[in-house]
């Protein structure tokens, strides 16, 4: 048996390395469109750009790996079918009982990773990936603009922008508001942004300003202008530290914060619906292997173009039901308890089934 377990093992680690290396591959390719749009787009810095998209890694590692694990059990499997090893290894004295128990263990150490991985680092990238875009927007404003978006980023004031080449806005529009409504549209045919000791000003040329008569009557003033100045107020809170959102927080502060909004008569179901989906997510490698043992024992093939598109067919499946599940609990009609293990559920017993169904396990 340790001679069939090293075989296994060393099988299976460089089939799952070898999907996790392409899987994560394809996902970061995937990904490189915001990568450019942040450079030539926004105009931020390659370096920065890049420490942006790096903080992405342990998200993706989050989806691969389950999806990397299912893979690898896939072609391990499927080797020893379409090879006839199963047969002899049963002839051995050897059940599938003892080689799917093998599987499991290398999900649970697979599942302590991701639980590790979803309690303390993903939530740490998050919160960073956050404050470098704050940061980054901070130093340069043009990477919030995105043309044909009414921006309310501004205090009593909204922004809209037509079209943005580099650094040059064209058509603009700037609406001013009080609490009686809008008091003054100022437009501009182009505009760019200035920065001076810390205040926010936008150099607009070729344009007019329309102010409301104080009096309260409908008449408007007008000014024409070539160039003008307009310094844009930033909200009050724009510059305070950013508060963690529920996907920025640990396991203990999720159980924190759920902990204190229950004391204050508050339901807090979006916080309890990531603590289970997060679990739930960590523990996706046992299930997978589970349906991947069982599927197996149907499709028998060792082909690896064909065990990644089932690999892939059987993740969009599981992730389906995740957003299923989370509709649900959304909606209330199911618990958040339920509705995030509710993949896990339906995908383990599928996979029990088949291996019920397909195999005589001593």
Not at 94 to 105: A, D, M, P
Not at 153 to 178: A, G, H, P, W
Not at 253 to 270: A, D, Q, T, Y
């Amino acid at each position: 048996m340790k001679i069939l377990r090293t075989y296994i093992l060393k099988d299976f680690f460089s089939s799952f390395f070898f999907s996790l290396l392409s899987l994560t591959l394809v996902m970061l390719l995937g990904n490189l469109k915001k990568l450019s749009d942040l450079i030539i787009r926004k105009g931020i810095d390659i370096s920065d750009a890049i420490k942006i998209f790096s903080m992405l890694m342990p998200y993706i590692l989050g989806f691969t790996i389950p999806v990397a694990t299912l893979m690898g059990v896939l072609l391990v499997m499927g080797r020893l079918i379409a090879g006839n090893e199963l047969i002899a290894i049963n002839t051995a004295g050897v059940s599938l009982t003892r080689i799917l128990t093998l599987f499991i263990i290398i999900g649970l150490i697979l599942s302590l990773f991701l639980f590790i991985l979803n309690d303390k680092v993903i939530p740490y990238f998050h919160y960073n990936y956050h404050s470098c875009l704050k940061n980054i927007y901070t130093k340069n404003i043009n990477a919030i603009i995105e043309p044909g978006v009414y921006l309310e980023n501004f205090k009593n004031t909204i922004l809209y922008v037509d079209d943005i080449k580099e650094n040059r806005l064209k058509n603009i529009y700037i609406y001013e508001t009080d609490n009686k409504g809008l008091n003054c549209l100022t437009y501009a045919k182009y505009g760019a942004f200035v920065v001076d000791n810390n205040k926010l000003t936008m150099r607009l040329e070729r344009g007019f300003r329309d102010e409301i008569n104080p009096k309260g009557k409908k008449e408007l003033y007008r000014l024409n202008f070539k160039v003008f100045f307009i310094e844009l107020p930033l909200k009050e809170n724009q510059n305070k530290h950013i508060e963690k959102k529920a996907s920025d927080m640990t396991f203990k502060e999720l159980k924190e914060r759920i902990r204190h909004f229950r004391e204050l008569k508050i339901e807090p179901l979006g916080l309890k619906t990531e603590l289970h989906k997060r679990v739930n997510l960590s523990f996706s490698p046992i299930t997978f292997i589970v349906l991947g043992f069982g599927i197996s024992l149907v499709v028998r093939h060792r082909e690896k173009s064909i065990n990644f598109g089932i690999a892939i067919s059987i993740a969009g499946l599981y992730y389906v039901l995740l957003l299923i599940g989370e509709a649900l609990t959304e909606y209330h009609y199911l618990p958040p308890l339920l509705g995030m293990w509710l993949p896990n559920i339906i995908v383990a017993s599928i996979g029990g089934v088949l291996i019920l169904r397909n195999a005589y396990i001593r």
